[in-house]
């Protein structure tokens, strides 16, 4: 008794309650529910790679791994401020951050007492794991730790020499137990590498700091705890049964800085974030910092814009869940207590908004952003009137819902039209491709890929090796973009550099009655361009626009077999993604 009355009289004074205490108030589950209900985390991954655009001129991903090991002895970023780093992520609304501690090239951003290839090493001799936990402590800023669980094999011959434990498995044991005692109280765990492990690892880390929730890219003998699904540069699909969070990079499609090329605007980054709260899941955002050790500006102006839309509208998107309805082109909604958060994304041309009627009354109708609203209902849907202004979103229109109940006890809704794409399974075709893997079909759904799921899509691979594999069927036509869903980094359309105007098609086979259309750029880099139906042999421009990201546009209905994306301005080669038409 007397023990417990010292600690309750110790935390007023001292006015916080240490680590060691705190990491026993929490279970996993309701970490993982906290974690859920932050929606928003920041990445970062900066290690010594990146210094070959210094010393080389060359991004690390054209360079030989042996170059990649060297740049070690060259690392001294020595403009690195964690207070910096954590003022500007906070400032962009981020409620968690993930760290990458050792990436697959072994390279240890801590101090890792059991390798020389780790930070103190390095002309720097400073670890920013430290300084970053130690500021993020400070201000109440989450932190979780990145940890790849195995390292590239290609990289072992440098690597290996420099561990003072041969053994991998009691190396990756004591440098995670390290983690794990020496820089206060972490979150989780965002396992990758896909590698296996023993039960003692794991058992190791709860026993440790018991509230920590781990990432599914690693393989215990006893199978994962309570983990989440970690889709990658894609929004993930619909889900609230399993917690998701989809990890995107500003940087292009750079993980590490490579040049600073393709930076996602604002306008990007706050419609992926609604399209993954929407989904019910969170945005992991990625950074990539410079040699110096300072973040590239036009990743911080995206930052602050966020931060600054999110300062406005957060309320949309912590704490809520995903749904009632499902995300299609029109958009996405949330939900929290009595209210349905509608994230508007599609410019409207008609005005009208059409949604399923839902199982509980609307109070109320309004519109957060600029714009009015109203609303009518019949007895099979909700009908939203859209002024101009709310009808052409920047970058989403937001309307709030009130209800005369609990929003989350409302089943998620499919919206009919948008279960099949008037595209998928149907002839595209371009003006030119850049290469086999980047072919037209990559844009467009295919029944027998979306469907092919573990199993089936491994066959599926053997089979277009030439390998054998007993009861299995090629499509009949030949897929040659790389075998991935839609929206992934590898799938996409791109032309030949030199089509100045390039453009892509589809042929639905027979007239058909169209009013929306959707499409997503691989960049951000289409500056104008128009669409187009084929009509008595003439393309017919009926809409013409400016930049595409995520473009989703409802339109008076027109009725053709062939419709097209015409491009006439891109900085940079144009890649689109998908191509979706729907009645």
């Known amino acids: 008794m007397k023990k417990i009355i010292l600690i309750i009289i110790f935390v007023p004074i001292f006015g916080f309650i240490p680590y060691y205490l705190s990491a026993q108030t929490q279970t996993p589950e309701e970490t993982m529910k906290a974690f859920q209900q932050d929606r928003f985390g920041i990445f970062i991954h900066w290690d010594p790679r990146i210094m070959t655009m210094p010393r080389l001129d060359k991004c690390y991903r054209n360079v030989d791994v042996k170059t990649i090991f060297e740049m070690y002895k060259y690392w001294n970023p020595v403009k690195f401020n964690a207070q910096a780093w954590v003022d500007t992520f906070r400032q962009a609304g981020a409620r968690y951050i993930v760290f990458i501690t050792k990436h697959q090239y072994g390279f240890c951003n ?13 002309p720097f001799r400073r670890d920013p794991a430290k300084a970053l936990a130690d500021v993020c402590h400070k201000d109440h800023m989450k932190l979780f730790w990145y940890y790849s669980s195995g390292d590239a094999g290609k990289a072992d011959p440098y690597m290996l020499p420099m561990r003072k434990i041969k053994s991998y498995p009691e190396y990756r044991y004591k440098s995670v137990k390290y983690l794990l005692t020496h820089y206060g109280r972490i979150e989780g765990i965002w396992w990758d590498g896909g590698d296996s492990a023993r039960n003692d690892l794991r058992d190791m880390i709860l026993s440790v700091q018991p509230h920590i929730i781990m990432g599914p890219r690693i393989k215990f003998e006893g199978g994962n705890q309570l983990t989440w699904g970690t889709p990658e540069q894609i929004v993930g699909k619909f889900d609230m049964e399993h917690p998701w969070e989809s990890c995107v990079p500003l940087e292009g499609n750079e993980w590490f800085y490579c040049g600073g090329k393709d930076v996602k605007p604002v306008n990007t980054v706050v419609k992926i974030l609604t399209q993954c709260a929407g989904g019910d899941g969170n945005l992991l955002l990625n950074t990539s910092p410079m040699p110096d050790g300072t973040l590239q500006p036009a990743q ?3 930052l602050l814009g966020v931060g600054d839309w999110l300062s406005k509208y957060g309320m949309t998107i912590y704490e809520t869940r995903g749904g009632p309805y499902k995300p299609g082109p029109w958009g996405v909604s949330t939900r929290k207590d009595n209210k349905v958060y509608l994230q508007i994304m599609e410019i409207n041309e008609t005005g009208m908004l059409e949604l399923p009627l839902l199982s509980l009354p609307v109070i109320s109708c309004k519109a957060l952003t600029p714009g009015q609203v109203t609303l009518k209902k019949d007895n099979n849907k909700l ?18 819902l009130t209800l005369s109940g609990n929003a989350i006890d409302i089943p998620p809704l499919q919206i009919e039209r948008y279960k099949k794409s008037l595209t998928e399974d149907k002839k595209v075709w371009a003006s030119s ?18 469907n092919m799921t573990g199993l089936m899509l491994k066959r599926f691979r053997m089979a277009k090796k030439g390998l054998p594999v007993d009861t299995f069927k090629i499509p009949d036509y030949q897929y040659t973009f790389v075998m991935r869903e839609r929206g992934f980094r590898g799938r996409y359309w791109m032309p030949e550099e030199n089509d100045k105007e390039p453009w892509i098609a589809v042929d639905l086979g027979r007239n058909m009655k169209i009013g929306e259309v959707y499409l997503m750029e691989k960049y951000d880099r289409i500056k104008k361009f128009e669409l187009q139906y084929l009509n008595k042999g003439n393309w017919v421009t009926f809409y013409k626009g400016g930049t595409i990201n995520y473009f989703s546009l409802k339109f008076d209905p027109i009725t053709a077999q062939q419709v097209r994306l015409k491009i006439l301005k891109s900085k940079g080669a144009p890649a689109i993604k998908m191509f979706d038409l729907f009645w």
């Open 383 to 400: 009908t939203i009137k859209l002024d101009r202004t709310a009808a052409h979103p920047d970058p989403v229109t937001l309307v709030v």
């Open 433 to 450: 491709t850049i290469s086999k893997k980047q072919s037209p079909d990559a844009v467009i759904a295919h029944s027998d890929l979306e």
């Open 300 to 302: 911080v102006h995206t």
């Open 110 to 122: 801590f101090d890792n007492p059991y390798t020389d290839y780790d930070v103190m090493s390095t």
